[in-house]
């Protein structure tokens, strides 16, 4: 993601409105990422992650409701409707990952990767404009153009 082509602030929130947030800075990275924690948690084929500086991420509404769903990481959402909102990982307690479609403007913050792609299930189509990971993007060179 470049700093031009994004915008600087943001804000977003829960299906409810109970919860609305403001992100003040450049995104760091923007992902879809396939593994089975995002799918369970989410009910979802696969997650959509704004990741941002913690100190970039700012609650104006509810205080979200927490819960660790693996070791080091704790998942947010909203108490209210239960839309998931947040994670974090004590891996990289700086930062803080927010849903992207959670956003009020998600188009605006389209991803660059996938990850866990080992994970996708067989009937969702990957994106094979993006770069491609099989596991974590940290997992070493990427799967793809």
Not at 133 to 141: F, H, K, L, T, V
Request: net charge negative; aromatic share 8%.
């Amino acid at each position: 993601m470049t700093e031009s082509s994004t915008p600087q602030t943001a804000e977003g929130g829960c299906f409810c409105s109970a919860v609305r947030y403001r992100i003040i800075g450049p995104p760091l990275l923007s992902i879809i990422c396939h593994c089975n924690t995002c799918r369970r948690t989410s009910s979802a084929p696969s997650v959509g992650w704004l990741t941002v500086n913690r100190g970039c991420f700012e609650l104006l509404g509810d205080p979200l409701q927490q819960f660790t769903s693996s070791p080091g990481v704790e998942r947010t959402f909203c108490a209210k409707c239960g839309s998931p909102i947040t994670y974090v990982s004590t891996d990289d307690p700086d930062t803080v990952d927010i849903t992207t479609l959670s956003l009020d403007h998600p188009e605006l913050f389209p991803p660059s990767r996938e990850m866990w792609l080992e994970h996708r299930v067989p009937w969702e189509s990957s994106n094979k404009s993006l770069r491609q990971y099989p596991r974590d993007s940290s997992d070493g060179p990427y799967h793809g153009t």
